[in-house]
């Protein structure tokens, strides 16, 4: 699969770490821009349909996602239908020319957006027509999971996700993501997402004339993830527990920890069914049992290699910094091209399973107790000669970056990123040079970084440094998704978007009565914290400035600001028992964007 550069360390496990440690070679790879280029051309390739077998198609190319259909005697089973309106589009016409016919059931493998957001143009022709919801089928878990990416921390995980897509690099420096074609986040934000409507936990089975689809919970890269295995043609479709990558054990726009050993166990029952045919929602399918089963075992032991190396070390007492410099993976694991680190890393990796496992305290006493970063920052530029010393140092680093690893040119985002923390408190200091500088020294990073999630922050990081930030946009949630989103998500989120400062005087409660599902809330303020409680309120809760009576879908629409409180006290969908005045009042205290 092309050029791979070594990193410069070969590790030997056994170095100065006593009794105990294993003497197993470990090696990590840093791929090239050829490799990346070569996976492009044919892992991901051009919008294009393949017949894997016998009625089974996988659109690939067209978006971030593989979207697969199986014909069947009683219609059409889309798999995974893509990630915007647009695209989702172009990938049901060329499928339909390939098998015609009408659409039976929509099987989403996780609730990750570039899997489910083109949903809506397989079922909007059954929906105008006024016929019986066509079947989507999801784990019990999907919702949970699905909110939590539009929930408490949607706004720095919009922030973050717009990074590590690149979504202002261009083409030419980041040619594809290393899943699939790079995102269209503009048209992910438009409404196509549709909520299903058939969830099981375990297992469930469709029966459709003669195939049989059994739908198999199997978490790893999120919660609510599942595999569809049709025995009748060998098929497994394995959604995202496996692609031509390192698995990404850990996503740098930040997430919960992704659960290592379930991802393991995940892969194992995959194995038992000794599939002829692997079709992954990213990368390109894979065909005949031997391969697939030796590809399969190989990533599973590269997910436990890694876990066991950070249990070892932590055992050993070695600090997480140690274990991330010395974890990579055994000879005959680090060359496989499935497992370079294109997507995923093993850094990461070993990152996120020891904070996972244990927290952020590695056990070292010295990070108990540290001095605030900026005043750590402060006498560490001082003790280095001064702003101007660490600057002419910085720079000098970032010119002599060469070579693959960049080592200067990561010594250089240190000590910039170092100068620019003490800066903010203490130096009259040209703000603007700083970041720019810090700017090019990102790129001269990224420059030999051809993981495209880790290339793709660095650059639109060093493009937000020169240009400013864009202020995350939100998605559109159409009545149909709203009303399948819980009341209680939207008032859990309300209470984090508190403006502190506008509160920390007050104590306040507003009531909340919906009709259409007879639950009933308080929403507490007090000194600066918000409180919501079902039913009953708590002791000590102050009598209501006013209590809202409305139906959900109302209020949803009013939290996502797709229609006004006037507009809807006016049409009589909204009442307000107490003081207007008191309510607006109350309203006043969070931010709604």
């Not at 069914?273 to 391969?291: D, I, N």
């Not at 400062?501 to 909340?512: P, Q």
């Amino acid at each position: 699969m092309g050029t791979v550069h070594r990193l410069a360390l070969t590790l030997t496990l056994a170095a100065g770490l006593g009794c105990g440690a294993s003497e197993v070679e470990q090696r990590r790879t840093l791929p090239s821009s050829e490799l990346v280029d070569q996976h492009c051309r044919e892992l991901i390739g051009e919008p294009r349909v393949e017949e894997v077998t016998g009625g089974v198609f996988v659109a690939q190319g067209y978006d971030l996602a593989n979207t697969t259909l199986i014909k069947t005697a009683e219609g059409n089973v889309i798999i995974d239908p893509g990630m915007t309106r647009a695209r989702a589009a172009r990938v049901r016409d060329d499928l339909l020319a390939k098998a015609p016919g009408p659409t039976r059931a929509l099987i989403f493998t996780h609730s990750h957006i570039d899997h489910v957001g083109g949903a809506a143009v397989w079922v909007e022709e059954r929906e105008r027509a006024g016929g019986p919801p066509i079947e989507i089928w999801a784990t019990a878990e999907f919702s949970e999971h699905l909110l939590k990416q539009y929930g408490l921390f949607a706004p720095t995980e919009q922030r973050r996700g717009a990074r590590q897509m690149g979504r202002d690099i261009a083409d030419a420096d980041i040619p594809c993501s290393a899943l699939g074609r790079r995102v269209d986040i503009e048209g992910a934000l438009k409404a196509g997402l549709r909520m299903p409507n058939k969830v099981f936990s375990g297992r469930a089975s469709l029966e459709l004339g003669d195939l049989t689809l059994e739908l198999v919970e199997a978490h790893g890269e999120t919660h609510d993830q599942l595999f569809v295995w049709v025995p009748e043609r060998a098929l497994l479709l394995a959604g995202d527990n496996y692609y031509h990558s390192f698995p990404n054990l850990y996503t740098i726009r930040g997430t919960r920890p992704r659960p290592v050993d379930d991802w393991i166990h995940s892969l194992d029952a995959m194995r038992r069914r000794q599939p002829e045919f692997l079709v992954p929602s990213h990368t390109a399918p894979l065909k005949g049992r031997a391969q697939i089963l030796e590809v399969l075992t190989s990533y599973r032991d590269a997910i436990q290699w890694v876990r066991d190396e950070v249990v070892r070390g932590s055992n050993r007492g070695e600090s997480i910094e140690t274990i991330v410099a010395r974890v990579g993976l055994p000879p005959h694991l680090v060359n496989k091209p499935y497992l370079q680190e294109l997507y995923g890393q093993v850094d990461w990796s070993v990152r996120a399973i020891f904070s996972n496992e244990l927290g952020w305290f590695d056990g070292g006493a010295q990070h108990l107790y540290p001095l605030a970063d900026d005043e750590r920052a402060r006498r560490e530029v001082e003790l280095m000669g001064g702003p101007q010393a660490v600057l002419d140092a910085a720079l000098a680093a970032r010119d002599a970056a060469q070579g693959p690893e960049r080592a200067e040119a990561r010594w250089a985002v240190h000590l910039l990123s170092r100068l620019r923390a003490a800066h903010q408190r203490s130096w009259p200091f040209d703000q603007e040079r700083l970041e720019r500088e810090l700017a090019s020294a990102l790129e001269a990073v990224a420059a030999g970084v051809h993981n495209t999630n880790g290339r793709a922050y660095l650059l639109q990081e060093a493009h937000e440094l020169r240009e400013g930030a864009r202020t995350p946009e939100r998605p559109e949630l159409d009545d149909g998704v709203l009303a399948g989103i819980p009341v209680d998500t939207f008032l859990r989120i309300m209470t984090v978007r508190l403006f502190p400062e506008k509160a920390i005087d007050v104590h306040e409660a507003l009531g909340f009565e919906f009709s259409d599902v007879n639950r009933r809330f308080t929403v507490t303020v007090r000194r600066g914290v918000a409180e919501l409680a079902e039913g009953e309120p708590l002791p000590g809760t102050p009598a209501p400035v006013a209590t809202i009576h409305t139906d959900t879908l109302t209020w949803k629409r009013l939290a996502t600001k797709q229609e006004s409180a006037a507009a809807a006290l006016a049409a009589g969908r909204m009442r307000v028992d107490g003081s207007k005045a008191g309510f607006l009042g109350f309203m006043r205290r969070f931010d709604r964007q």
